[in-house]
């Protein structure tokens, strides 16, 4: 029964690939974010979505897309993988986006090679 | 572009020992939150200061926010080994949810 959960944990991948990140939360939030927390542990938000509609979206480079099929689930796809898109991803949720609690899910550790 | 510069970076004591974990902007922010992380997991909340100049109390941990909502402080009473992690504060701005966090507090309380 968890609350905000992410698959997979760990994402080893080459250079120039693509892949995707999936996020789902059951808390029944309208808001879900999408952070990057790089290796010195600074967590910095790349998007939001509210309702399936984005509402922030940070200065991202426009490899990394996210998708919202409904408001249960944010999904981050990547194309071109960069090593420097090495960092840990967390996916987040919470009730209404106005400084509310955010729940993080568990994170997803991706390692570019 | 909002800042939130967290100090100490790295703090490592001795149980029993007292500390306080700061966290400072020259903007001002409709509210500061406090997360705690563990390794391999997620932030998770430990408390929303939203007044300036609230005091929340949390057992053994003392948030306070500043009265111009632009500064907080976490103060641990007799830190504990089980209080050792990653602490994090986190400044709401506008209605998007938005939060920018500070660069963290890694704590270590040796036994």
């Known amino acids: 029964d968890t609350a905000v959960s992410q698959t997979p944990k760990y994402l080893v991948t080459q250079m120039g690939n693509d892949k995707s990140i999936k996020c789902e939360q059951n808390l029944g939030h309208d808001t879900m974010y999408w952070y990057k927390q790089d290796s010195k542990k600074f967590l910095k938000i790349m998007f939001s979505?509210?309702?399936?509609?984005?509402?922030i979206n940070e200065t991202v480079p426009n490899r990394f897309s996210p998708k919202s099929p409904d408001k249960a689930h944010l999904n981050l796809h990547i194309n071109s993988l960069e090593l420097g898109d090495s960092a840990v991803y967390f996916c987040?949720?919470?009730?209404?986006?106005?400084?509310?609690?955010?729940?993080f899910g568990q994170g997803t550790r991706l390692t570019v090679v | 572009t909002q800042l939130l510069e967290q100090s100490p970076q790295f703090l490592s004591i001795q149980e029993g020992e007292n500390l306080t974990v700061y966290c400072n902007s020259s903007s001002v922010f409709s509210s500061l939150q406090w997360y705690r992380q563990e390794p391999g997991e997620g932030p998770v909340l430990l408390v929303t200061v939203v007044t300036g100049g609230e005091v929340k109390k949390l057992k053994r941990l003392t948030f306070q926010f500043g009265d111009a909502r632009k500064d907080s402080s976490l103060h641990i009473t007799a830190a504990q080994p089980g209080d050792t992690g990653l602490y994090l504060c986190a400044g709401a701005t506008g209605n998007t949810g938005k939060l920018i966090f500070g660069q963290g507090t890694t704590l270590q309380v040796k036994p």
């Open positions: 987040a949720s919470s009730p209404t986006g106005r400084g509310t609690e955010a729940f």
């Open positions: 979505y509210n309702n399936k509609e984005l509402i």
